[in-house]
DNA sequence: TGCAGCTCGGGCAAATTTCCCAAGCCGGAT
DNA sequence: ATCCGGCTTGGGAAATTTGCCCGAGCTGCA
């Protein structure tokens, strides 16, 4: 592993648009300090350049959400639990926040924030600290205040996995024959994830799910 | 106005994250011919920047849709007819594209293209030549070709209108009072529109609605 | 004049939603 | 060990909605 002190931080940078990853790269270089030692524009990809470059920090941007963001820090840091990842999206959701720090990431900053938080959280990431920009920083807090957690906290497993595929446009009998179930039970699931989130309305459902981060319009 | 063959081409950057702003800034500025003058975080300071500034160029992200950057664009040909438009973002729905067009933009580059087609359709905006990147090029010669054109052009004005109601989470009861129809009427629009539209379940209609810009999730 | 398409709504069988209920399972508390 | 609570799975029955067919009034256009 290289000595951050004496080579500076070596990051690999995930992001799925190449322009923005070129961009990112000479802000971050423009530092002295930080070196992008290496590129990937998918989650599958990026354990690969892991592996291969062994980075100080992976930078990880991903549109998100679906999962597949989540998988590829979850992959990374079940084979390398060294790994550092700061993750750099424009999402701002607190289920997304706190999903990426269940999955192991060591710090989430938004786009929004100013160009020196990404610069300053690497170099947190890289000195093994947590790090994650003000915005997240107060929604998580304000969070944590209300009674209410995240929406998708009052689910089960099975609901959010249900209201995931309802919400991608699956019909009932899809997901009952997807998941092995009849179609009332996938039909009584629909009413109850309805109830337990106060949607009155499907579309309000799907909308509910996308802000979520569980499905991606 | 400048001399593009003397002094290079100015460019107006528009993009709500800022260190999305200062990537490309660097990007752009690396090729000796492209310099950026001014830089907007939104739709609304949009022009302002192009009066203070008068760019060849505007370079617009925005992370629409809504209606923020059409009317950004509508905005600045309204007053200056002679602007130079180019459009960057990661959408790629015809709709997006055509719509952008049509508000006057002389240019339409995805973030998933080559960092080199951005640089090269600022070029060709600023010769006065209409630009776009592959992919843009592929989805509207697809779309043309199809005997469906857009979703939207088969619905009528009520259903359209219909449709973005139901979409943004309203009962078929909400929106029968607020447009004055029966709730039988309504539930007919629904299905009819559903049967146009091909779309099998509400959640199919929701993104179908997100993905024409009806709705903002 | 006549056709075509949008708007509006009735009707009716079939499907779905809405609730209520029961049972098995599992983990944590007592 | 036992009980409680929550998740998962489904049945049942009434209430609604959907799917499709229909007719009528209106407008624009050939």
Redesign the pocket.
């Known amino acids: 592993m290289s000595e951050v002190a004496a080579t500076g931080i070596s990051v690999l940078l995930v992001d799925d648009h190449p322009i923005v990853r070129q961009g990112y790269r000479r802000v971050l270089e423009s530092q002295g300090d930080l070196h992008v030692v290496a590129e990937a524009d998918n989650a599958a990809d990026a354990y690969g350049a892991f592996k291969a470059h062994d980075p100080d920090v992976v930078v990880l941007d991903i549109s998100m959400p679906g999962a597949s963001g989540l998988e590829a820090i979850r992959n990374i840091r079940a084979r390398s639990p060294r790994a550092r990842i700061l993750v750099f999206t424009m999402h701002n959701e607190a289920v997304l926040v706190k999903a990426a720090f269940g999955a192991g990431a060591s710090g989430f900053v938004t786009k929004s924030s100013e160009p020196s938080a990404v610069v300053t959280a690497i170099r947190s990431v890289a000195r093994g600290e947590r790090a994650m920009s003000d915005d997240i920083a107060h929604i998580l807090a304000e969070e944590s205040l209300s009674p209410t957690g995240s929406v998708l906290d009052?689910l089960?497993?099975?609901?959010i996995e249900i209201l995931r595929q309802f919400a991608g446009g699956a019909t009932?009998?899809q997901i009952a024959a997807h998941?092995n179930?009849?179609?009332?039970?996938v039909?009584?699931?629909?009413?109850?994830i309805?109830?337990k989130t106060g949607a009155?309305t499907?579309a309000q459902l799907v909308r509910l799910a996308a802000s979520c981060g569980l499905t991606r319009i």
């Open positions: 009052q089960g497993e099975r609901e009932t009998e998941l179930l009849s179609v009332k039970t039909q009584n699931y629909h009413y109850l309805k109830s009155r499907d």
